[in-house]
């Protein structure tokens, strides 16, 4: 079955750098979309980033086309310009301001593309925070993720780019709605999505129990647990995390583990009792579990319904077996030739997964081709890459 491309006849041109604004670029090229990437001369410097940021670059422009130019020069400024005319999505994520000042900003461009649909991924929406420089941690800090992380008195942040990335996918939700809009209007709009409300919007559920209880939540590692067993259990080698979630399945996890004292008293029977007796119930559960090795337990918890979880590192993600069965990871040649596979967009079309082949973009590889499809000849492309205009 053919990776389904919902997205194919739109045209997207991506001014970005690091997570947020690649992220976006990448879904929709994922499904189906024509994403363009302008670069500076000599390459985005993601590329060429170290240790934890060595991997944004492959993992957020995938399926992309490539071109390299001088924005700083008028001509390589017009054939940005000329780019954006025949567009559908303009994706950036610069400093608020420097589009602009580029005469890159949606009210200018939009008056020789009134349907161009200006997707601008920033660290703050308009407000007093708007000018100030944000990253990911920024974010998780100020949003109070990382508090939510820690334990008390230690904010953590999260071990990926979540707020990136889950900025970039509301960018993606707001483009996908200015599109339908456009569809009954024809114009196209400026969708802003950031990386502070993101971050306040995933701990929405902490404001929400400060509402409901009048309690201020706690941070995870001291929280009182909605469950009395959803922890991380020691078996004899390896950990595992189990959770019983449901009254039902407290009395298959009673059932499943021979535990008939604890399914004998009912006064645990219902949910928050258990939490309530958590101190009384853990100690026996965490003998019980220690007794087994990882895989005998979870060949025992396989098929009940009960979650479960090894706990994996990223690099395990390779050798998965669902993964691999499922589409799960796409085969991607780097630019430098070699070949692994990373992960796939994680939805399912029609009964096919939006997964495909793909080739990581070295730096202006796609130049001259885009150059020849705005009407250039091979002679004023010559002329542009002699002067530094074009690489």
Not at 251 to 268: G, P, T, V
Request: hydrophobic share 40%; net charge negative.
């Amino acid at each position: 079955m053919n990776a389904p491309t919902p997205l194919a006849g739109l045209k997207v041109i991506e001014f970005t750098h690091m997570v947020m604004g690649p992220a976006v670029g990448a879904i929709l090229a994922s499904l189906g979309a024509e994403v363009i990437r302008v670069e500076p001369i000599g390459g985005d410097r993601t590329r060429n980033l170290v240790g934890s940021g060595s991997g944004y670059f492959p993992m957020y422009n995938r399926h992309k086309q490539s071109i390299s130019l001088n924005l700083k020069d008028p001509e390589g400024l017009g054939i940005a310009r000329q780019l954006v005319k025949g567009a559908d999505i303009l994706v950036e994520n610069y400093r608020p301001g420097a589009m602009d000042r580029l005469g890159l900003g949606y009210e200018e461009l939009a008056q020789s593309n009134e349907r161009l649909i200006y997707a601008s991924e920033k660290g703050f929406l308009p407000g007093p925070y708007e000018n100030r420089t944000a990253l990911d941690e920024v974010a998780q800090m100020m949003g109070g993720l990382a508090y939510m992380t820690g334990p008390p008195g230690q904010p953590l942040r999260a071990g990926s780019s979540v707020i990136d990335v889950t900025g970039g996918m509301f960018g993606v939700i707001a483009i996908l709605a200015a599109v339908e809009e456009r569809h009954r209007t024809g114009k196209g709009q400026k969708v802003q999505s950031s990386l502070f409300e993101t971050t306040v919007y995933l701990i929405g559920q902490h404001m929400a129990q400060m509402a409901v209880t009048g309690k201020a939540a706690d941070p995870m590692p001291a929280r009182i647990s909605a469950w009395a067993i959803y922890d991380v259990f020691q078996t004899k080698d390896e950990p595992i995390f189990i959770g019983v979630v449901t009254d039902a399945l407290w009395e298959k996890f009673c059932k499943l583990f021979a535990l008939d004292d604890l399914w004998a008293d009912e006064s645990i029977r219902e949910n928050n009792n258990r939490v309530a007796a958590r101190d009384r119930i853990m100690p026996q559960i965490r003998e019980l579990i220690a007794g087994f090795g990882r895989d005998e337990l979870i060949a025992k918890l396989e098929g009940t319904g009960l979650p479960f979880a090894p706990i994996a590192r990223p690099e395990d993600m390779f050798d998965d077996p669902h993964l691999n069965a499922s589409g799960g990871l796409e085969p991607v040649t780097l630019a430098n030739g070699q070949q692994t596979k990373l992960p796939s967009l994680p939805i399912e079309m029609d009964g096919a997964r939006p997964s495909a082949s793909a080739n990581l973009s070295t730096i202006g590889q796609h130049s001259e081709a885009i150059l020849e499809e705005l009407g250039l000849s091979p002679g004023q492309i010559k002329a542009l890459r002699d002067v530094g205009t074009v690489d």
